[in-house]
């Protein structure tokens, strides 16, 4: 699960300050502030992990990966190639990494794990890691640090404030280039007698990175018949277009739900069902083959008890658009984490309300009896969203601590984020200027706008 998230001079960002990342996350504010750019450089460092090529650094994207964020200098801020491009992140572990020195009786663990890069433009235009480090740490604090730089003559150093790299004998080689932007190479490691745990840093970012999910904003339209041939995606997709095969995959491996402790444990088609009924939005759902044998399946529901049994295809878009969000919020495995943006698109105010409850479900859900730990963060735009969870803080349904809430502001030619301050009574006690537009003035100008009327119709 992430904790932390810090930029530095991405898009919009100067400098966002170090953002705390709780089980559910939140963030608002208006049209092109900056929010979606948190999670750009997030989807850019997974395909990177995931790309083939560990000579690349930051894979920016093209038509066939998960973002096109263009160029390295479309991606600094103001376009400064004189910059770098800064990231911190900080993350907890599925379970405790312990690092020994084989060299000395020196051992420790950690189950928090940060990692710091800085990214400069390169000889051939391409982005470049100039500073890479690693943070291992437990309740205690920082129990282990590494630091891999390039110094004034572009060579890299290995150094550590708690850890003593011995250098072997005979292997005098200059350090190598990170592979991609977490991973130093074996060659590099081959210089020392006791680096090796620094390939249980880069498998820990690259299994953090992995279990990172994406929901866009705009999504698939609903189909009368969908393919399923047996396999299991790995998500909804960006436009949640593989949802209702993540339903069947999800039913085929008998993965049995509920929607937090002491709640009823269900099959993943009955969580899906229960909740799109009790949103409101319809009556029944079941997914299955048009003949036995066949390989298409399709959507059927009804919208209320007497309603007739109809394609997913035929009732109102709302339905289809919701589905992604519900499934890749119950789908994901077990410490994952799901962005998703504007989940409430196309949504009834009172279905954006419910949402909220869907989310804190999903955050306290259990697998199999087992915790599953899944993190949400979600740009919105929905005040109902906002007041629901405001309501379900004060009811004692979940804590400030595991709700964190930003409004995304532009500054000039930069963008701030303002962490909102919510009490135990789900007061935000900071509340920004014009958070959901100037309701106080269009509340003034309908009354004038009434009483000029009014006047007006009596002078006639």
Request: net charge neutral.
């Amino acid at each position: 699960m992430l904790t932390k998230l810090h930029l530095k001079n991405f898009k919009a960002w100067k400098n966002t300050g170090s953002i705390r990342l709780a089980p559910l996350t939140v963030i608002f504010g208006a049209n092109s502030a900056g929010k979606s750019s948190l999670g750009h450089l997030l989807l850019a460092l997974k395909q990177t992990a995931m790309s083939t090529d560990r000579k690349r650094a930051l894979h920016l994207g093209d038509t066939n990966t998960l973002i096109d964020l263009g160029t390295f200098a479309d991606c600094l801020h103001g376009h400064d190639l004189t910059n770098s491009l800064d990231f911190s992140l900080g993350w907890t572990l599925p379970k405790s990494l312990e690092v020994r020195d084989p060299l000395q009786p020196w051992r420790d663990q950690g189950d928090r794990l940060e990692l710091n890069v800085s990214f400069v433009e390169g000889k051939s235009g391409q982005p470049e890691v100039q500073y890479l480090y690693y943070g291992l740490a437990n309740k205690q604090g920082v129990v282990l640090d590494v630091d891999f730089s390039r110094g004034e003559n572009r060579k890299f150093s290995l150094k550590s404030e708690r850890y003593q790299f011995m250098n072997a004998v005979g292997r005098k080689w200059p350090l190598e280039d990170p592979e991609k932007f977490y991973r130093v190479s074996e060659i590099s490691m081959a210089r020392f007698k006791n680096a090796g745990f620094l390939t249980d840093f880069a498998l820990a970012t690259e299994t953090m990175l992995g279990s990172l999910s994406y929901l866009g904003p705009l999504r698939e339209h609903p189909k009368r018949t969908y393919q399923w041939s047996g396999d299991t995606p790995e998500g909804v997709g960006q436009m949640g277009e593989h949802a209702i095969a993540a339903i069947l995959a999800a039913q085929n491996e008998g993965r049995i739900l509920n929607r937090g402790p002491k709640r009823p444990r269900q099959s993943f088609a009955e969580l899906i069902a229960g909740w799109l009924k009790d949103l409101g939005v319809i009556h029944s759902f079941v997914v299955k083959p048009v003949a036995a044998g066949r390989k298409e399946y399709e959507v059927l529901l009804k919208t209320h008890a007497e309603a007739p049994e109809v394609k997913i295809t035929d009732v109102g878009f709302g339905v289809s658009q919701v589905l992604p969000v519900l499934v890749q919020a119950f789908y994901c495995p077990s410490n994952s984490t799901v962005w998703m943006e504007q989940p409430e698109i196309h949504l009834h105010p009172q279905v954006q309300a419910e949402l909220a409850d869907v989310f804190i479900s999903a955050i306290r859900s259990r697998e199999n009896g087992e915790a599953r730990n899944v993190q949400l963060i979600v740009e919105s735009h929905s005040e109902h969203f906002l007041n629901r969870l405001q309501r379900r803080i004060a009811e004692g349904e979940i804590t400030p601590d595991d709700v964190a809430i930003y409004f995304c502001k532009r500054a000039g030619s930069e963008t701030e984020l303002e962490p909102l301050e919510v009490d135990l009574y789900g007061n935000i006690e900071n509340w920004p200027t014009n958070f959901f537009g100037d309701e106080m003035a269009d509340l003034t100008a309908r009354t004038v706008a009434a009483m000029n009327r009014q006047q007006q119709e009596k002078i006639k």
